[in-house]
């Protein structure tokens, strides 16, 4: 049997694609593909690296006795500034078959790697802006600008040309009248008041040496200057309101020797600018563009040295300092083609795409006399025959065309991007327009996809399909709320209950390591006595009140602990250390118990179903009941987190401030019989996800109320943010994983499955954002794209397929399913830092059948759902090397459909709303 074949090494959390790095020490990984006929039990006792230079210098090798296969240590000296490094790898290892016989694997294929500018020394380009700025438009905002400059390229063989650029506001750059790359309102959203992104972009075949070039650079105001946030929002949040670019080309040449500098040409004031034909470009009002303004070959205007082209000016530069980030750039990922062009009830043009997702419109042709415009107003559902954009609130998600008289050909708008499944088209020539005229283009930071999901019951499917979506729709540079209305915000809260999901079905790492760092430097700032922002980056108008909250600044603790089980990242526990002992010793308002101050307004269980649509936060559980469960789990987490850096006392200090709020909340909140405080299905499964009973026989009562809870609500969920991502981990636990699948297939408002049976192609932000006739949701907070309530999908992957993780990275992971409800086969993969794990089974006539993959160097502890007895001994488990396995077993799930709690004159209900 032949050893593993290895992937194409990656470094840090760049995707495989992505040459640039901002790290000197770049730490490799490589995953194994498991292939029939691959040695199975597969253990890697050895690796070697091969570190080739671009000079051809000789590669060097480096053996290392390691099983560490993820993120190892960077073998050599540092990389400089610009310095490239190709990188291979080999593994050694035993398979079960043949232990003590040490084989190597092939190499394999090569990966390259390009630092970028490391020091700020290397940066020789200047902050630019217009030294005559348009008048801003009627609403306040800025016309965008196009920054031009025309220049000689030494003749020679080029070996290779790099533009490393950035802007305040967003950009496209163009060379030579071509975009460089493919990236999307780049450089994207961070603090800026600390950090501006920079990118770093391959020019090599765009530029010409020996001849004139031209760049041009299209700013627009985008996150730095445009107006942000609910109730009217702020412009101009970071200061200043100049557009401005800073860009610095350089040129290698093959003849240039190791330490040869590079030909440079930079931003400074010999550069020019002029508006663009883009008149506004706004995130939540869309975009005007008015083809009158347009200029032939604009992308290679100041070639032809005959417009009227303005001197820019140098500035000083912004506070924040340039970085270069992690994520891979936001990008078009998929085009949708209309289902249907249909006449509203009033007699409006609207245009389908069946799909509620993020992105733009193309529009392939548009043809108007001159001075006509067409408007694209863009919305997430119809209501009542009509666009719904009350949900909007202010933004206005309208883009604009303006014509000269001639044809526009392929026209999509460059800085704004909109929420929407359905566009009314206003003004447009002659009949409706036609499918054929429009494609939607979907945008998002592309992460690479990793997990996925699949069972026998379709409205599941769909359900876990409508996750993907709403993630993707919230992953646009930051991870958001809502992508359409007038907010798009950085939520806290948001990211932290959904992480588990997200780390599942994207390599979220590079990402959202990135937006954590955010959430820190804002943390950090002195005024803010350790309290993270409550959306990062923070936009919120001063009057906010700055106010320390469970759940949502619980993501300083619980959110890199989550990344750090999915990627093996110790470094990111290492760098967040800080920031979660911030939070825990300064940041909570404690009251005399040790607990939250009990007078501390809390966002609590959020948008529990039974809050009123104006007091989303007005749930059945106590606010401070669900804080206080909140701070038991991250005081635990904190301390497990120091065991594992090594920082033993704190362990123990931790682990001893964890026992006493347990025991505070117990005498605060459960009767010495187990009943507690809340008696409700979010306030039962936090005690019993979080281990807060006393004893056994409060455990009982508890898991009695919750069976009761969840019967007598007729399986209905009754969770906001805080019980949605356990309620049906909770039940499990509880050895009612029936009633979970009762709960999850439960069709009638409010579930999961009533969306779903509403035609929804997203996760809505409310259990019932649309009411059962067709009526929006009077609150004035009502999106139909929030991850935040498909948390569910967590419970998805790891008890209906079964696969969770259980040593950091998966190195060890759970096999665990629970088959029931009607389903008859589920199954997931996921492609995860050792490599691709898969798991399917098939349930007939009380028998499971499992089939698993386990990819070498890693373990599965599998437990078959037959071992789930009602004793305390542990269950039985199986471990199992890399290979294909199968497992059988008879497994009775227990009562289906399970009775609902009613009066005994009242007739049970059929099986007519249990989603197939
Ligand atoms: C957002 C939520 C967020 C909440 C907290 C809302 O407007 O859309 O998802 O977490 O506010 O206040």
Redesign the pocket.
Known sequence: MAPPSLTKPTLEHLRGDQLFSGSAEPRISWKFAYDQGTASGWEQNAYEIEVSSATGNKPELFLVESSASVLVPWPRGSLKSRESALVRVRSRGTSDKSRNDYLWTEWSETASIETVLLEKQDWSAQWIASSSKPEPNANGSLQPLRFYKTFDVPSGPVSKARIYISALGVFDVHINGQQVGDEFMAPGWTCYQHRIPYRALDITSLLEAGKQNTVCVEVAEGWYYGRLG?NGGTRFIYGGDELAVIGQIEVHYTSEDSNGSPWTMVTDDSWKATPSAIQQSEIYDGETYDARNEKQNWKLLSLDGSASLNPAKTMSPPKGGLFFAKAPPVRVTETVTPIEVFRSKSGKAIIDFGQNLVGKLLVKNISLPNGERVTFKHAEVMEHGELGTRPLRIAKATDTVVSAGQDIKDWTPRFTFHGFRYVQVDNWPGELPSKDDFVAQVLHTDLQRRGYFNCSNKSVNQLHKNVVWSMRSNFVSIPT??PQRD?R?G????LQVFCPSASFLYDVTGMLSDWLQDVVSEQMEEERGGIPP??CPDILPKNWPHMPQAI?DDVTVLTPEVLYKYSGDIQLLENHFESMQTWIDKGIDRGPDGLWNSDRWQ?GD??DPRAPPEF??DGRTDSVLVADAYLVRVTNVISQVCSILGKNDLAAKYGEDAAAHRAAFQDKYISPKGNLMSNSQTGVALAIQHGLYKNKEQLATGTASLNKLVRSSHFHIATG?AGTPIITHALTASGATQLAYRMLLEKTCPSWMYPVSMGATTIW?RWDSMLPDGTINPGE?T?FN?Y?LGAVADWLHGTVAGISPLEPGWKTFRVRPIPGGNLTNAEASFDGPYGLIKVNWVFEEGKLSLKLQVPPNSKAVVILPSETKDTDAPPSELIVGSGLHDFSCAFNPGEWPPLPSMPAHKKAPGTDTIAV
Do not use: K, Q, R, Y
Not at 491 to 494: F, K, R
């Open positions: 609910f709320d809502c907010e915000l939520w806290t809260g948001d409550l959306v949502w966002l959020w948008l989303p936060g943010f932000e907070m999106s929030h935040a």
